[in-house]
C-alpha cells in the first residue's frame, strides 16, 4: 500500500509585505515631499537672488522683519517631543496599555496647539507693523507715499487732520518731502492731543516708530545707522510671499495632524482604545514626522542661515 503525503501550502500572496493603509501613507508622504521641495527650492532661488550691485545679501534682515528666533527655536522642539510622543503611544497601544497610549496621544494634541499659538504670535507681530505680502514699502519714496496715504484714511475720520492730510499731500507730489521729513511729521502727529491715538492705530509707519532704536538722549537713530529702518525693507514683499507661503503652508499641515489625532483621542475617551488602533496611530504618525522633519528644514533657512 502507498501512502500519499498531502501536504497544504499557503495561498501565494502577492503585494508589499506592509498594510495597504501604510503603503498609501507613504505614497501620500511621497507626493507632499515634492510640493515642499518645490517650495523650498523657490525660496532659495529668490532668496540668493536678492543681490545689491556690489554682489552683497539684500535680503531683509531678522530684525527689519521681526523673525523671532527663540519663538522659531521653541517650535522645534515642541515637534520634535510631539514626534517622540507619538512613538510612545504607538508602543504603549502594541503592549496593550492603552490609557497610557491615549494621554500621550492628548500630550501631541496639546503640542501641535502650542506650535500654532507661538506662530500666532509671530504672524501677529508681522501683522501689526503691515508686514504682509504686497504692502511693504521696499524704497524710502514707498514708505513716505504709504504713510501719506494712511494718513488720509485717518483723516476721513477725523476732519481736524484733513487739512494736515491735504499739506502732506501736496509737500509729496511736489518732492520736497523725504523720509527723515516723515518721521519729524509723523512724530508730531502722533503726540497730538486731538487726532495722536488715531494715527497710532492707523499709520503702520507710526506703529514701527515706537520701535526704532534710541541713542543715551532717548532720540531716535538716524535711518543710515538703524539696523531696524523697517519703515522701508527691500525685497521685503519677497520674503513675505515666501515666508507666508512656507509657514502657511506647514501650520495647515499641523491642523490636519490635530484633526488626525483627533478621532483616536475622541474614540479612546468615548469607548477606549484596542490593539487595531495601534495601526492607525502608526500611520499618523508617519504624517506626523514628515511635518516635524519639514519644520527642521524651514527652521534653518529662515530663522539662522544667511547666504
Not at 145 to 174: F, M, S, W
Request: net charge neutral.
Amino acid at each position: 500500500m502507498s501512502h500519499t503525503s498531502h501536504t497544504t501550502t499557503a495561498p501565494l500572496k502577492m503585494g508589499l509585505a506592509l498594510p495597504n493603509s501604510k503603503l498609501c501613507m507613504w505614497l501620500f508622504l511621497g507626493t507632499e515631499i515634492m510640493f515642499f521641495t518645490a517650495l523650498i527650492g523657490t525660496y532659495l532661488v529668490l532668496r540668493m537672488s536678492a543681490r545689491l550691485p556690489g554682489g552683497e545679501s539684500a535680503w531683509p534682515s531678522n530684525d527689519m522683519t521681526h523673525i523671532i528666533t527663540w519663538a522659531g527655536a521653541l517650535n522645534t522642539f515642541v515637534l520634535i517631543g510631539s514626534s517622540y510622543l507619538v512613538v510612545r503611544s504607538h508602543e504603549r497601544l502594541g503592549r496593550g496599555e492603552f490609557q497610557k497610549g491615549l494621554n500621550d496621544l492628548c500630550l501631541v494634541f496639546l503640542c501641535a496647539v502650542l506650535f500654532l499659538g507661538i506662530k500666532g504670535v509671530e504672524y501677529h507681530g508681522k501683522w501689526v507693523r503691515d508686514i504682509l505680502p504686497g504692502r511693504i514699502a521696499e524704497t524710502p519714496q514707498a514708505a513716505v507715499q504709504k504713510a501719506v496715504r494712511q494718513i488720509g484714511l485717518a483723516a476721513a475720520a477725523d476732519p481736524t487732520l484733513a487739512g494736515v492730510h491735504l499739506g502732506l499731500e501736496n509737500r509729496l507730489r511736489d518732492e520736497k518731502l523725504s523720509l527723515e521729513q516723515m518721521e519729524t511729521e509723523l512724530e508730531q502727529l502722533v503726540r497730538h492731543e486731538g487726532y495722536g491715538a488715531l494715527v497710532q492705530q492707523q499709520v503702520s509707519m507710526a506703529t514701527i516708530f515706537k520701535d526704532r532704536t534710541r541713542d543715551e538722549n532717548d532720540e531716535l537713530v538716524p535711518l543710515s545707522q538703524d539696523h531696524h529702518a523697517a519703515y522701508y525693507i527691500p525685497y521685503g514683499n519677497i520674503f513675505a510671499s515666501c515666508y507666508f507661503t512656507m509657514t502657511g503652508f506647514h501650520a495647515i499641515h499641523v491642523i490636519v495632524g490635530m484633526i488626525i489625532f483627533f478621532f483616536p483621542i475622541k474614540k479612546g475617551l468615548m469607548k477606549g482604545l484596542e490593539h487595531g488602533d495601534a495601526q492607525y496611530v502608526e500611520n499618523a504618525g508617519l504624517y506626523w514626522h514628515f511635518v516635524d522633519l519639514v519644520w527642521i528644514f524651514l527652521f534653518p533657512l529662515i530663522y539662522i542661515v544667511k547666504f
